[in-house]
C-alpha cells in the first residue's frame, strides 16, 4: 500500500481566554497526503504534546483527542490543546516562563491511534497570558504597543481579552491607534487638558480630595480656585487630621501645634455638607491639607484674585452667594466670579469678652487661611486670612492666631 505523508501547515496558535484562567490554546492546520492533495471532511486520531528544552527535551504534557478532530472542506482541522484527554502532566501547571517549549503533533490519518506522522516544532513566542499566570512581577511590553509585539500579537484572537492574572502591563508606549493601550500617565495628562478646556471654555472643572469628596472648580483670571469649601478630614497623604471638640483641648493645640478640624458648634450633621471644617492653622501649615496640585494660598495669590474682580472695595461682593439662602444679609453679592463664599464663621479665642474659646459669626462672615506669616509686636505669630462681610461688598484681610479655626479654598497650583 502506497505510503500516505502528510504535511503540517501550522497556522494559529494563539492563547484563548474561555474561562476565568486561560487553560485552553487553539491549534490549526492543514493536512495533506503525500502529493500534496487537501485530507477534507475526514476525522483524523490525534496527540500533542509540550516538549521543554529542545525538539527532544522533556515532555511536560501529553494529551490525545476523542472525539477526534475533523477537518473542513479546506482541510484544517481545529483543536484546544489542554481540552483533550490527558496522558502527562497538567495543562495548567505548565511553567511557560521556563522555555524554550515545542509542540510536538502525532497523527493517524485513518482515525485510530496508529502514529505515523509526527511533526515537532518550537513555539517561538511564550503565551502571553498563560505566562501571566505564573509571572512573579509586572509584565512588560518592552515600550511597544501591543500590535507591535510579536508576544501579545500571537495571543490576541477576535473579540477575547486577555487574562493577566491581576498582574500589571508595564513600560507600555503611548497609544498611537484607536485600539491601542494607554499607560497612566498618558490618561493622567489627557485628563488634566479635558480639566484645562472645560476651565477655559467657563465651564466648572471637578476635583476629588484623597478622601473622594468632590469640588467644583472656577477659573478667575489665570487662576483655577475650588468653588467650595474644603472637606477633607485627611491630608493628601492619607493621615488623619485630629477632630477637636473640646474647648479646651482646641485651645491646647497651640502647645502641641496639632493639625486639628472641628464642626460649626459641633454639629457636623447641620454644618458639615454645606460649609465643610474650620481648620486650625497647624492643618495648613502641613503643606498637605489640600488635594495633590492644590495649595492654601498666599496673601499675594488672594491679592491678584481681588484685583481681577477690581479691587478689595468690591470684590467681595462678586465673590459672595448671590442669595439670601446663607447670607442675612447679602450686601451686594452677586458671585459674578462664581467663587460662590459661604458664611461659614468661625472658632476662635475671644478675649475680649467671654475669654473663652467660641464660635461666631455664621451667615454673616466667611473668612478663609492664608499661608503666609505675620509677626505681630503684641501678639506674637498670627498667621493671614481674608473675609468677606454680608453687609459689605469688600473683600478684606486680618491676622489671626494660628489655633483659631477658619475655613479654607485651595488654588490649582
Not at 483524523?44 to 473542513?72: A, H, R
Not at 521556563?98 to 497523527?107: A, L, M, N
Request: net charge negative.
Amino acid at each position: 500500500m502506497k505510503r500516505i505523508i502528510v504535511l503540517y501547515e501550522l497556522l494559529i496558535f494563539s492563547a484563548c481566554i474561555l474561562a476565568q484562567a486561560p487553560d485552553k490554546l487553539s491549534y490549526q492546520a492543514v493536512v495533506r497526503d503525500a502529493s500534496g492533495n487537501l485530507l477534507t471532511n475526514k476525522a483524523i486520531g490525534m496527540t500533542v504534546s509540550i516538549l521543554q528544552g529542545s525538539e527532544s527535551g522533556t515532555e511536560v504534557y501529553k494529551e490525545i483527542f476523542d472525539p477526534n478532530p475533523q477537518t473542513n472542506g479546506n482541510g484544517l482541522i481545529t483543536a484546544e490543546i489542554g481540552s483533550g484527554i490527558p496522558v502527562t502532566g497538567n495543562f495548567a501547571e505548565i511553567n511557560w516562563a521556563d522555555g524554550p517549549h515545542f509542540i510536538k503533533t502525532e497523527i493517524d490519518p485513518a482515525g485510530g491511534t496508529s502514529y505515523t506522522i509526527t511533526v515537532t516544532s518550537q513555539i517561538l513566542s511564550v503565551p502571553y497570558a498563560l505566562y501571566a499566570k505564573t509571572a512573579e512581577n509586572g509584565l512588560t511590553a518592552g515600550n511597544q504597543n501591543i500590535d507591535g509585539n510579536k508576544a501579545f500579537a500571537e495571543t490576541i484572537v477576535a473579540n477575547k481579552g486577555l487574562d493577566v492574572s491581576n498582574n500589571n502591563i508595564i513600560n507600555v508606549a503611548d497609544p498611537v491607534g484607536d485600539q491601542d493601550a494607554a499607560n497612566k500617565a498618558y490618561v493622567d495628562a489627557l485628563k488634566e487638558n479635558i480639566f484645562n478646556e472645560l476651565l477655559d471654555a467657563g465651564l466648572n472643572g471637578i476635583i476629588k480630595d484623597v478622601e473622594g469628596n468632590s469640588y467644583k472648580t472656577i477659573k478667575i483670571g489665570n487662576q483655577v480656585w475650588m468653588a467650595e469649601n474644603l472637606k477633607t478630614k485627611r491630608l493628601n497623604n492619607g493621615k488623619p487630621i485630629l477632630k477637636i471638640s473640646d474647648k479646651n483641648a482646641w485651645r491646647n493645640t497651640e502647645g502641641l501645634k496639632t493639625p486639628a478640624y472641628c464642626w460649626y458648634n459641633n454639629d457636623s450633621a447641620t454644618f458639615a455638607k454645606t460649609y465643610g471644617p474650620l481648620y486650625n492653622w497647624y492643618a495648613v501649615g502641613t503643606d498637605s491639607l489640600c488635594p495633590a496640585g492644590w495649595h492654601v494660598p498666599d496673601t499675594s495669590e488672594f491679592r491678584i484674585l481681588y484685583m481681577y474682580l477690581g479691587g478689595a472695595a468690591i470684590a467681595g461682593g462678586k465673590l459672595k452667594e448671590s442669595d439670601t439662602l446663607h447670607w442675612s444679609p447679602n450686601v451686594g453679592g452677586t458671585n459674578e466670579s462664581g467663587f460662590t463664599a459661604l458664611p461659614g464663621g468661625i472658632r476662635y479665642h475671644d478675649f475680649f469678652f467671654s475669654n473663652d474659646i467660641v464660635f461666631s459669626s455664621l451667615g454673616r462672615y466667611s473668612e478663609f487661611w492664608t499661608s503666609t506669616l505675620y509677626v505681630h509686636d503684641l501678639y506674637g505669630i498670627l498667621y493671614f486670612y481674608f473675609y468677606i462681610y454680608n453687609e459689605s461688598r469688600s473683600i478684606d484681610r486680618g491676622a489671626s492666631r494660628p489655633w483659631d479655626g477658619l475655613s479654607v479654598r485651595c488654588l490649582k497650583s
